[in-house]
């Protein structure tokens, strides 16, 4: 797939063809790799769903009590189980913090089983028997919109991601996240991150202790508010100038 998505940009490239990415860092990666111009080259970014907002702790009633959750008392990873997403850390940080008793939050994953994920799926087992998580995997999009706005953090440590929706979605919905440093989310969620090496499984177990502590009520990052109407008009806008540029 990674030799099928190269060939397609370098393909994109020599034919003279104006690139779309949603983030700086890949466009940063892209023009270090391919050697492009910042003419043929434009960030836009994504947008959070649109019914991602603050909600009040009543307004999440449903999901909390059908989960047993605390409103504001839980953290949340969202995504597809795989190596990407850099679970096995999470897992690892989490249950140290436990055994310390620096936090007592519950554990709430949220995603499908992906490639590869067999010892993430044995450590969150491992964590659900002893009654310190909870596995949902794929949930609807208006319970897991319950949950980003109830949640005391989304925890998001990937390795890599070309955007990362889940932290825009947790910070449109009011709430803080964990994420990489260096990342494509902590290039656009600024102060409102907890940000982490997420190569050090202590430095997310602090990540975690400090963001349970942190205050929740600021205001979130400007690309919360970002709308798909949006992304459509500056994406349309590449198209256009891609046209006026061609020679046909």
């Known amino acids: 797939m990674v030799e099928i998505c190269e060939a397609g940009i370098r393909s994109a490239i020599e034919e003279g063809a104006q690139i779309i990415v949603d983030s700086d860092v890949v466009r940063q ?3 270090t790799e391919f050697a492009l111009t910042d003419s043929k080259i434009t960030t836009v970014p994504l947008a959070p769903d649109a019914r991602c907002r603050p909600r009040s702790e009543s307004e999440c009633r449903a999901a909390l009590k059908r989960f047993d959750l605390n409103y504001g008392g839980f953290f949340l990873c969202v995504g597809t189980v795989e190596p990407r997403k850099n679970l096995r850390r999470v897992f690892e940080a ?8 620096l936090f007592d939050w519950p554990l709430v994953v949220v995603g499908a089983r992906g490639w590869k994920s067999a010892s993430e ?3 969150l087992q491992q964590l659900c028997d002893r009654g310190w998580a909870r596995y949902l995997n794929y949930l609807d999009d208006e319970t897991l919109h319950e949950l980003y706005a109830a949640t005391g953090l989304l925890v998001f440590p990937s390795l890599y991601e070309g955007f990362g929706l889940p932290a825009a979605e947790a910070a449109a919905s009011g709430r803080r996240v964990l994420t990489s440093l260096g990342s494509a989310m902590a290039a656009y969620l600024d102060d409102f991150a907890t940000l982490v090496d997420p190569l050090d499984v202590d430095a997310i177990k602090r990540g975690l202790l400090e963001g349970s502590a942190a205050d929740a009520n600021q205001d979130p990052p400007l690309l919360a508010k970002r709308t798909w109407q949006e ?5 349309a806008a590449v198209y256009q100038k891609a046209l006026s540029d061609s020679p046909h």
């Open 94 to 101: 989490y249950r140290a913090g436990r055994e310390q008793r």
């Open 29 to 31: 990666e892209l023009l």
């Open 231 to 235: 992304v459509a008009t500056e994406t």
């Open 121 to 123: 799926h044995e450590a």
